[in-house]
């Protein structure tokens, strides 16, 4: 229904940026949020940073003042931008899709963030 294609992982310095995307393709409706997940090797996966399709949005207490999401409705695509990035912040990131008022989740196959010098 869904299909999520994310981009733009990579190796980066410490304090460094690099921004993410996913572009999102298929039937999609509204009163949706749309979400960054991470994984570290041994780890579980957690929430990053939401937002909603009324760009409501909510970050992990670890990202806020670091890291800024933001969608482009006409593009069909949300973005992860990420600034003084951390070795802490190295994982794998995944894209997530999900409706509010009716089943139906989604995620993207990830792409690999590594922060080291």
């Known amino acids: 229904q869904v299909q999520l294609v994310e981009s733009g992982g990579g190796l980066v310095q410490p304090g460094g940026s690099l921004r993410l995307s996913c572009a999102a393709s298929g039937r999609i409706f509204s009163d949706n949020v749309m979400a960054w997940y991470r994984q570290a090797p041994g780890k579980q996966r957690e929430s990053v940073a939401t937002i909603t399709s009324g760009d409501t949005t909510n970050y992990a207490d670890s990202v806020k003042g670091r890291f800024t999401i933001s969608r482009d409705n006409a593009k069909n695509t949300v973005y992860l931008q990420m600034n003084s990035l951390k070795p802490e912040d190295t994982a794998v990131y995944y894209c997530?899709?999900?409706?509010?008022?009716?089943?139906?989740?989604?995620w993207g196959q990830g792409t690999q963030v590594t922060v080291s010098s």
């Open positions: 997530n899709f999900r409706y509010v008022l009716v089943w139906g989740e989604y």
